[in-house]
């Protein structure tokens, strides 16, 4: 496939919605992953037929957390949570290796529906205060590892970059962004979807030395080894701060396409795309196992007319089963 009379991208297949692409920037020590999100993510929205902000919101946080999870090296699973005091006071997405997606949010209608008239719809603004976790999960035999960040009126993509400041010591710029359409099916008929895009960029040099940078520290830029801001880092920040959202979405620009607009001076190499599916993790025999290990007392209080019906709060699907089945023998 040839990329439309551009010059220096060559020939080969382009990776698409639900894909994240690896890239290079050798003249800037940056690597990094972006995504177009889009049949992945109707699928995950519609199941639960949020209120437009809330479904926003919740987007963003699946391209977070799809540009985080793919980056893990190992089987296990990447949550991103926020516990916060705003409309929307509970969002969960988690990424398990090595390509499964889920996520939900919890709100409160009446206080959704105070913010909506006030106009104070941003992601922020229906968070509130509180707290986003990271979470790193690899298994039953390995301490997990989590990172607090507090949300205080940031944006998410602020956030995370507070995240990696903290956690990873690594300069990070992400951007993230999210698209609703309305266009018509095959048919003619009306019809809604969702997009989203995101990019995550990271300051990787070959020489440790030129990492250590006085941000990263919280403070004033003083030490005999800390540098100052590394010129390469501030130019490959400034390029990812350019992105809008529309850019980050449009199905006609892509994801190859919008790396080659930032980055094809200074030589962008991108990698085989890695894809992403809405899949749940949840199960019978795991949902029966939980229930089996609750007390005698729990249980009885759980069973109803001779049977349990438990729903999954990612995916919406409902198991049910007779009492015999998870009583204790």
């Excluded at 507070?162 to 698209?179: D, H, N």
């Excluded at 599916?277 to 019978?284: A, E, G, N």
């Amino acid at each position: 496939m040839t990329m439309d009379n551009t010059p220096g991208l060559g020939q080969f297949d382009f990776a698409g919605d639900d894909h994240v692409v690896p890239f290079q920037v050798e003249g800037l020590d940056v690597r990094g992953r972006a995504v177009q999100l889009g049949p992945m993510l109707d699928a995950i929205l519609e199941r639960h037929n949020y209120p437009l902000p809330v479904a926003r919101l919740v987007a963003e946080t699946v391209v977070l957390t799809v540009l985080l999870g793919t980056s893990l090296k190992f089987e296990g699973k990447l949550i991103v949570q926020t516990k916060s005091d705003g409309p929307v006071d509970l969002v969960v997405a988690d990424f398990a290796t090595p390509d499964r997606v889920r996520a939900y949010a919890r709100y409160d209608e009446e206080a959704l529906q105070a913010a909506i008239d006030k106009g104070q719809v941003l992601p922020q603004q229906l968070l509130g205060e509180g707290i986003l976790a990271f979470t790193i999960d690899q298994g039953v035999h390995m301490q997990r590892y989590q990172g607090i960040v507090p949300l205080d009126g940031a944006s998410l993509e602020e956030i995370a970059g507070v995240y990696f400041r903290q956690s990873e010591q690594i300069p990070t710029k992400v951007r993230l962004g999210v698209a609703e359409l309305l266009d018509r099916d095959e048919s003619g008929k009306p019809r809604h979807r969702w997009r989203a895009g995101g990019m995550v960029a990271q300051f990787l040099p070959e020489s440790p030395e030129r990492m250590r940078q006085p941000d990263l520290h919280g403070g004033d830029g003083a030490g005999a080894h800390e540098l100052e801001i590394d010129d390469l880092w501030d130019e490959a920040r400034v390029m990812v701060e350019t992105i809008d959202a529309d850019e980050l979405t449009d199905p006609t620009v892509g994801t190859e396409r919008l790396l080659y607009r930032l980055f094809h001076e200074r030589g962008v190499r991108v990698y085989p795309p890695q894809p992403v599916y809405d899949r749940c993790t949840c199960s019978r025999e795991k949902i029966r196992d939980v229930l089996a290990s609750l007390s005698q007392e729990e249980l009885e209080e759980t069973v109803q007319e001779g049977s349990v019906s438990v729903s999954c709060e990612f995916c919406s699907t409902t198991y049910r089963f007779e009492a015999t089945e998870i009583r204790p023998q």
